[in-house]
């Protein structure tokens, strides 16, 4: 143990955390664009779409994220046509290749987690929302859409975390993030618990911040599911499975 | 209880007695970095430094058994206790020795830049010259280490392994590659993927930066192993049979220890 080798290298280590503050955010927020319009398509089976977007969700959830950046970086590269071609432009940067991987991979499971809340939608909801006379579009963007991501925040805060820890193997294709850098102490200082530990005391804070700030937003959006919520104990059972 | 101390320093001793007539030894080894230590087609490890461990331990009528670990964790992996010695192409350096223990050397090269033919570096490989490319090299190397600390101005990519690096270059995503001339020939250039590719500039020895060759490494409370290991050296090197199994990786190039 001898934390003058954190200490030393504090400006290492902070780069590497803005490299993973910002990967991740990027592709958290490319991959939820990308994940709520795929969700609808697979929610509303639409023929020949419905079945690319389960083949892509299908291949990005059920193999290493390694291996999918491994084929985006030094897959890619392989062949000529793509490097003389214009997608060279970004496949050349190995941070977009980064990029590129953590936005398809949390697209994949984004989808799915949408999917899934759309497709548990209450029925009773629907029925009262068209009672009112609201049309399907209207019904869907003020009703099921809303809900719908109200009740994914549980499983997309799990996702968020997920992504964050993944984001350690981006220093596979050279993108020196938190771990990539504590892996470069590791290596040359021979002393793999004190950079481990400190990056993993990082880990550590900005997964209690993300889960406060989840935290908070369940208690904003989902406090009516909520067997406490005083509409919930005046309609009984009524409202809840 | 003063008994029981004794009793207890005393078998601890005989411990330690018994633990240094070395009968088993482990090898680490990084498996991918050929033509030194790699992994064959049939998942084996083979190469230069494989034979040569096996010539050693038939030499010093030990057993051994190799394991293959990622370059970066080479020495921490040492120091861990997950084998006893790296054969692993390992630099002798001063940086190193302030952690472990090196056998005497067993092989030198040089360290070289590889480039594609057609690559107009018209100003050569000193710093100035490459302060608009980029330089792609082995993590925790000393190559790393050279042009981490000469190259400041130019672009630096450290990868985990040296194949990646070649694959990278191949991919114009460096421009250069530095690394070991016998790594890169051997591993590389002489492929069918390296042939549109070349050595550039000179050949890089200096002892400050690229250390005395290549060792064998244990840990510092291993002094025993390492006599032991200088022995073997010694003993393959004036029966021949470490030039042997050198000859038949490199035929053309002599990477023996010159006598001093």
Not at chain 2, 12 to 17: G, I, V
Request: aromatic fraction near 14%.
């Amino acid at each position: 143990m001898n934390f003058s080798i954190v200490i030393d290298n504090i400006p290492l280590l902070l780069d590497g955390l803005w490299v993973t503050l910002h990967l991740i955010s990027l592709s958290l927020v490319l991959g939820f664009m990308l994940a709520l319009p795929l969700a609808l398509i697979r929610h509303f089976k639409v023929p020949v779409a419905n079945q690319l977007i389960w083949g892509f969700t299908y291949f990005f959830r059920s193999t290493p994220l390694i291996l999918q950046i491994y084929l985006i970086y030094y897959g890619t590269g392989q062949f000529s046509w793509i490097r003389d071609s214009w997608m060279w432009v970004i496949l050349e940067k190995a941070y977009l290749c980064g990029l590129i991987a953590f936005t398809l991979n949390t697209a994949a499971y984004t989808t799915e987690i949408f999917r899934n809340a759309l497709d548990t939608m209450r029925k009773n909801e629907i029925e009262a929302a068209i009672a009112f006379g609201m049309s399907t579009w209207k019904a869907y963007t003020r009703i099921v859409i809303p809900n719908s991501l109200r009740r994914s925040i549980p499983p997309y805060s799990n996702e968020v975390i997920f992504l964050l820890h993944s984001s350690s193997i981006a220093s596979a294709i050279t993108i020196t993030e938190l771990t990539g850098a504590a892996r470069y102490l590791y290596s040359k200082y021979y002393d793999p618990f004190t950079p481990f530990l400190a990056v993993s005391l990082v880990y550590l804070v900005i997964v209690f911040l993300l889960t406060y700030i989840f935290k908070l937003l369940e208690r904003r959006f989902l406090s009516y599911l909520s067997i406490n919520h005083e509409s919930t104990k005046k309609l009984g059972d009524f409202g809840n499975p | 209880m003063k008994k029981f101390v004794l009793l207890a320093m005393a078998f601890s001793f005989a411990f330690s007695l018994s633990a240094k007539e070395w009968k088993k030894i482990r090898i680490g080894t990084e498996g991918a970095y050929p033509p030194f230590n790699f992994v064959d087609k049939d998942g084996k490890l083979v190469g230069l430094e494989i034979d040569f461990a096996k010539a050693l331990c038939a030499e010093l009528k030990v057993t051994c058994t190799f394991h293959a670990q990622d370059w970066d964790g080479i020495i921490p992996a040492l120091l861990a206790k997950k084998y006893d010695v790296i054969i692993a192409s390992l630099s002798i350096t001063d940086d190193r020795k302030k952690t472990i223990e090196f056998s005497m050397p067993y092989y030198t090269t040089p360290n070289r830049f590889v480039v594609h033919k057609t690559s107009p570096c018209g100003l050569g490989t000193e710093p100035n010259g490459l302060t608009t490319k980029t330089i792609g090299v082995q993590k925790a190397t000393v190559s790393e280490n050279f042009i981490v600390e000469n190259y400041k101005k130019s672009g630096i990519k450290s990868y985990v392994t040296i194949e990646e690096a070649f694959l990278d270059l191949k991919a114009k995503r460096v421009d250069l590659v530095f690394n070991d001339a016998l790594s890169s020939s051997n591993g590389f250039l002489n492929t069918p993927a390296g042939k549109d590719f070349n050595f550039i500039g000179k050949e890089y020895t200096d002892p400050k930066w690229f250390g005395i060759g290549i060792g064998a490494g244990v840990r510092k409370s291993d002094k025993d192993l390492k006599k032991l290991l200088d022995k073997g050296i010694k003993a393959l090197y004036s029966n021949g049979k470490f030039k042997k199994i050198a000859d038949s990786y490199f035929p053309n190039t002599d990477i023996m220890i010159s006598k001093k």
